[in-house]
């Protein structure tokens, strides 16, 4: 496989020196590693013709070539959303100002979605759901903290990182087991024998029988259950930072924590920004299966998210209407907060 | 001024290295024992018999024996597997071109694109999915594998496509010019230079996908609807009863249906090793 | 890499070319294939119906059945996309009361199958009927009879000098106390050993309350609102059955707690209040030590006994078979069928049979003493009040919230439903 020069703002010269010396220290095959060279020297000799040719960027006819190669490699990605999520979207768009039970709808227009925001249980609902939000930057930052460490490739690294994401592959059934076992108020419960064992067994929390702290048993396992997901994208990010760059830091004396603030941080913001959204759309729409082991909704309607809501009424009381509606409402809130996220992490590149 | 000497303020150094890399290791070490319960969970649960698990105490194979003659888990695993891996393949060519037009070579209309492509990934599937059963059931693609698979690819496109394009964008553009000043067409480019260094995302697509289309529920059980070419995971679901539950033979479904999941990972490791030091080093 | 790949892509090719669709009917040779579909899982049930379809078959030499088991979670959300899509089965298991006037459009009306005397020998025909009326015809025929009852530890009762079974709720506080003085649980609350949920099904509980203050018929004025929820005898009654926890009459983590039936069947605890569905494992469990009892959750002696036909069979209309299909549901009646019945631990529904398993039979008994038949609350009242009541009853359980509060949010959402759904006619 192909080994490209990686340097950010490097001179030519310093890139040539340097492509010269990873000639020499890397693994690649004779046949990579002569073309590499190859694309050095040519690349060394052509730089001013690059600026040149940024110049006339929109005129010239490799623009055109990669215009249409644009458009081209978009195609199957487009035809494949555009058929199979766009119309289905757009429909349920339709069906939003609808009652619907599945066979017939009856247009109701806006009336659908003040008759919603009427409703005590929805406003309690997207109270739920603007909690959830505080638990997106802690699902973010516990897995980038410790795709740090293991990033630092500490003896024993392959071993902790196979283990850490495998509970992504356990079923959300078995894991609101745990998370019930786990915040079990008895004897038997593993947080009250935790708390117990550290003496702090003066706090009974009992966070899964009281309307307002069930939510947050439920937050702590969404936690604990993207931590495998956010970790592994953290560290194919990683892959993308140039290991000169940390010898550099290193060399001028930077410790470890300088290093992930000021280096790995910033040229991850990218997927950090896609972790965030990516832990928002679970959190607001895959943890039924997860709730309705856990706790139900309930007490009440303390841990009955947006999500949780619809699925009760569009697949248990077959309000399928209401449903969408709620669903518009869903996919608006998930579209607002990431596109503030997005311009609060806004990254120059 | 301190009045540490040199060789004490080494040593200091020394052992707060150390004393950081303990702390380090018995973090990780916490981390695991809590990741690695569900599976104890899960195997011990499953070892005992239905009255036994009342009567909390005795182990046995019944429930194993039970499992497998209640479902035919062989033909579900290889139904999944044929289904997750098809729908797979079809995500991975769909979002890395994607990736590659909206990441690298970035035309005029591409950030629009990238916007639907977000937003698409953002409406609940409970909410959209039975307009598209009916979509699907007006063309007849219902209990067809081609009828899931076209809807796990679907649903898992937008999301591999998002994490392609924001991996395509930060690889350099430098790699490219040089090959385009020799000549190489944006194409070629992109088979020849930009899908191997995609490795650790393409790896990482694979995985997550893998995962969230062997485990999902809703999308099989509309689309499958019969026995013979159902998922796993959702024969694993006609177990329990409207009365009836039996708690350790789900615990020992759960677990058979979670362990493709992690053989999956454990094997791909390799690659993302791979493409993860080939990363770091030089 | 690469030869994965393409393997992949085989496997993918001989996917598509192999993906034809299943049967789900046809005539072939004068053979008729019809479709089953069920959500029992594995137990008793599964079992019954796997037997009967054998019978039925033997029977029938040109009728064969494809029995399908669906998942039991969903199953209707499925059972209605198969509408949507006319890949329904032709013959469903149905949940009567609501459950199936919900789906009565799609279902087969079988008046004119059946006559008036094989209608009088089911038991409770007309919860399975249109508006519950079985003269405006069946919509589903029971498979089994069922209960929700009490169940309690005759040895815990002695041990704690308990000689007779409490009958109302001055009767069950002073069993309690007694129970407590000799370190037992009196009753033990958690999760449903019914559901995969977490929470307690307060339908048991709500269904004898309502025993206590209305008769059968009047439980009408709960659906068309006649009745509201808040009215204050029901608040009075919700109120004190929310206060056994802080009377020390259950554990503590009623909302917690798993494996409720294991803690019984243990012997931590006297009573369990629960449906038949568990007899047989309770009864292999705790042979002659274990009775059922009638929850006093009542100010007066008890004097009703939940006792309804919760699920059973139904034709579609979209079936090209019916003729066929409703011969099944005919072979139900037969005295071969209701054998079958019996013998897989289910209680029969048709008059004249008798369970196997002796705590089945000693619950029977109880109407022929002359307790009044109530049907479970929770079919036949609207489903969103239910779903409603299920998180608010529980968490008035636990203490949560006030008995009127959760009342309160019940009626609410009763007074938002469209005026068709809590009308004069049950839909």
């Known amino acids: 496989m192909t080994r490209c020069r990686r340097t950010s703002g490097a001179t030519p010269t310093t890139d040539d020196r340097r492509s010269r010396q990873a000639d020499d220290a890397s693994p690649l095959p004779p046949k990579w590693a002569a073309r590499a060279r190859r694309l050095a020297v040519s690349a060394e000799e052509a730089a001013a013709d690059l600026v040149k040719l940024r110049r006339q960027a929109r005129r010239s006819p490799l623009a055109a070539q990669r215009r249409r190669m644009g458009i081209l490699f978009t195609l199957p990605v487009a035809a494949l959303i555009g058929t199979l999520l766009l119309i289905p979207i757009g429909q349920t768009v339709y069906y939003s100002f609808t009652n619907w039970d599945g066979f017939t709808s009856q247009w109701i227009g806006f009336a659908a979605y003040r008759h919603l925001f009427q409703n005590p249980e929805f406003v309690t609902v997207l109270e739920n759901n603007a909690v959830m939000v505080l638990a997106i930057p802690i699902a973010i930052a516990l897995p980038l903290g410790v795709a740090f460490l293991l990033n630092a490739q500490l003896r024993g690294w392959k071993f902790f990182r196979s283990v850490f994401f495998l509970p992504t592959a356990v079923s959300w059934v078995v894991i609101a087991f745990v998370a019930r076992r786990f915040f079990d108020p008895d004897k038997q419960g593993i947080l009250r024998s935790l708390l117990d064992h550290t003496g702090l067994g003066f706090l009974h929390p009992n966070l899964l029988a009281h309307e307002h702290s069930a939510l947050i048993a439920v937050m702590i396992t969404f936690i604990w259950s993207v931590f495998g997901t956010n970790m592994i994208i953290f560290l194919a990010g990683m892959s993308t930072i140039d290991q000169e760059i940390y010898d550099a830091a290193k060399v001028d004396g930077a410790g470890s924590f300088m290093v992930m603030v000021k280096i790995t941080f910033p040229l991850l913001k990218r997927f950090v920004q896609f972790a965030f959204v990516i832990s928002l759309i679970t959190a607001f729409s895959a943890l039924f299966s997860l709730i309705i082991v856990m706790t139900n909704g309930g007490p009440g309607y303390g841990s009955t998210t947006l999500e949780f809501f619809i699925y009760e009424q569009a697949f248990t009381e077959n309000n399928f209407g209401v449903g969408a509606t709620a669903g518009v409402i869903l996919f608006l809130l998930v579209f607002a907060v990431s596109m503030v996220q997005m311009r609060m992490l806004r990254s120059d590149e | ?282 | ?427």
Not at chain 2, 137 to 144: S, V
Not at chain 3, 235 to 254: L, R
Request: proline share 5%; charged share 10%; hydrophobic share 45%.
């Open chain 2, 1 to 282: 001024m301190s009045t540490i000497t040199w060789a004490e303020r080494r040593s200091l150094a020394v052992w707060r290295r150390r004393g950081s890399k303990v702390l380090v290791y018995v973090a990780l070490l916490a981390v695991t024992v809590i990741m690695l319960y569900p599976f104890w969970l899960m195997g011990q649960a499953s070892l005992r018999s239905l009255p036994q698990y009342y009567l909390g105490r005795g182990f046995s194979l019944t429930t194993w024996h039970a499992l497998f003659a209640a479902l035919p888990i062989g033909h579900e695993m290889l139904n999944s597997t044929l289904i997750t891996l098809s729908s797979i393949l079809v995500i991975l060519a769909v979002s890395t071109t994607g990736g590659y037009a909206l990441g690298t070579l970035r035309y005029r209309l591409s950030g629009l694109v990238f916007l639907v492509v977000l937003a698409s990934m953002m409406v609940p599937v409970q909410s959209m999915i039975i307009p598209e059963y009916i979509n699907l059931a007006h063309l007849g693609w219902i209990n067809h594998y081609y009828g899931a698979i076209a809807v796990y690819s679907a649903l898992g496109a937008p999301f591999a496509t998002f994490l392609m394009t924001t991996y395509f964008r930060r690889l350099p553009e430098d790699v490219i010019e040089a090959a385009l000043i020799d000549g190489v067409g944006y194409g070629a480019v992109f088979f020849r230079i930009m899908l191997p260094l995609a490795v650790p995302a393409i790896v990482t697509v694979a995985v997550l996908q893998f995962i969230q289309i062997w485990d999902d529920l809703l999308v099989g059980l509309l689309f499958l609807q019969t026995p013979a070419n159902r998922t796993i995971t959702v024969g694993l679901e006609t177990i329990p009863a409207q009365h009836f539950q039996n708690f350790p033979m789900e615990m020992a479904g759960s677990l058979v249906s979670a362990l493709p999941a992690v053989l999956v990972y454990l094997i791909f490791q390799r690659y993302l090793i791979r493409g993860l030091t080939m990363g770091m080093s030089k």
């Open chain 3, 1 to 427: 890499m690469r030869r994965i790949i393409s393997g992949c892509a085989a496997l993918a090719a001989i996917a598509v070319l192999s993906g034809s669709a299943f049967a789900a009917g046809g005539r072939s040779n004068g053979t008729v294939t019809l479709t089953l579909w069920h959500n029992y899982g594995t137990g008793g049930n599964a079992v019954a119906t796997k037997n009967l379809v054998a019978a039925f078959e033997k029977q029938n030499r040109n009728i064969k059945i494809n029995v399908v088991s669906q998942p039991g979670g969903n199953y209707f959300q499925l059972l209605q996309a198969a509408w949507i899509a006319h890949t329904a089965p032709d013959i469903s298991v149905q949940w009567t009361g609501l459950f199936d006037t919900k789906y009565e459009k799609q279902l087969l009306n079988l008046k004119g199958y059946f006559t008036a005397a094989e209608l009088n020998k089911i038991d409770g025909a007309k919860w399975a009927s249109s508006n519950f009326n079985p003269a405006q015809g069946l919509l589903v025929i029971p498979l089994e009879n069922q209960f929700y009852i009490g169940f309690y530890n005759k040895a815990l009762f002695k041990k704690a000098g308990i000689t007779s079974v409490p009958t109302d709720w001055s009767q069950l506080f002073a069993t309690c106390s007694k129970l407590k003085a000799k370190g037992i649980t009196p009753i033990v609350y958690g999760a449903d050993p019914q559901a995969i949920g977490p929470n307690p099904y307060p339908y048991y509980d709500l269904s004898y309350i309502a025993a206590g203050l209305w008769s059968p018929s009047q439980l009408k004025g709960l659906y068309t609102g006649q009745t509201p929820w808040t009215t204050p005898a029901l608040a009075q009654q919700i109120s004190t059955w929310a206060s056994m926890p802080k009377k020390g009459c259950t554990n503590s983590d009623v909302l917690t707690k798993t494996n409720i039936l294991g803690a019984f069947m243990q012997g931590q605890a006297a009573m369990i209040i629960d449906g038949n569905w568990d007899t047989a494992t309770l009864q292999k469990a705790m042979g002659s030590n274990v009775a059922p009892f009638l929850p006093p959750f009542t100010s007066n002696p008890q004097r009703g006994v939940v006792q309804y036909s919760g699920d059973g069979f139904a034709v579609s209309k979209q079936s090209s078979h019916q003729k066929e299909a409703v011969q099944f549901l005919k072979f139900l009646l037969t005295p071969t069928a209701q054998r079958i019945i019996a013998a897989a631990g289910l209680i029969p529904d048709v008059e004249g049979f008798k369970a196997t398993n002796p705590l089945a039979n000693q619950m029977l008994a109880f109407a022929k003493a002359g307790k009044v038949a109530y049907p479970m609350i929770d079919n036949v009242i609207q489903g969103d009040v239910v779903t409603t009541g299920t998180k608010q009853l529980d968490a008035a359980l636990g203490g949560d919230i006030s008995a009127a509060a959760a009342l309160k949010s019940m009626k609410q959402t009763h007074d938002s439903l469209p005026a068709d759904q809590r009308g004069n006619t049950y839909h």
